[in-house]
């Protein structure tokens, strides 16, 4: 078995605002952590990966297919593969929350 705290996890910077830390993971899928700072913006992109999340604090309004879809604390979502997608951080607090892809996503160039 992995454990692997948050602690233990360096965060990088993907975009202004925009921090991810890697956490544990298998050859099927790994799980991120996330901080996106108020007015920060994920710009549009997608990946091969499937991804699922889930909100612990604050509101990330994402933008898929020319829809406007706002997750706050206890929402999760589910992205799939090739979807391209965009998130913002359109509130005053900073978004905490975690993110699974499938296959795993590779440390960390997050950029691709």
Known sequence: MER???????????????????????ESMNVQHFEIEPGAVVEEHSHPHEQTGFICEGELTFLVDGETVVCGPGDSYAIPG???HAAEN?????????????????????QE
Do not use: K, M, Y
């Open 4 to 26: 692997v705290s948050l602690t233990d996890s360096e965060p990088s910077e993907a975009a202004d605002g925009v921090h991810l830390a890697l956490l544990a993971g298998t």
């Open 82 to 84: 090739e979807q391209p």
């Open 90 to 110: 359109r509130g005053d607090e900073t978004v905490h929350g975690v993110d699974i892809f499938s296959p795993p996503r590779e440390n960390p160039n997050w």
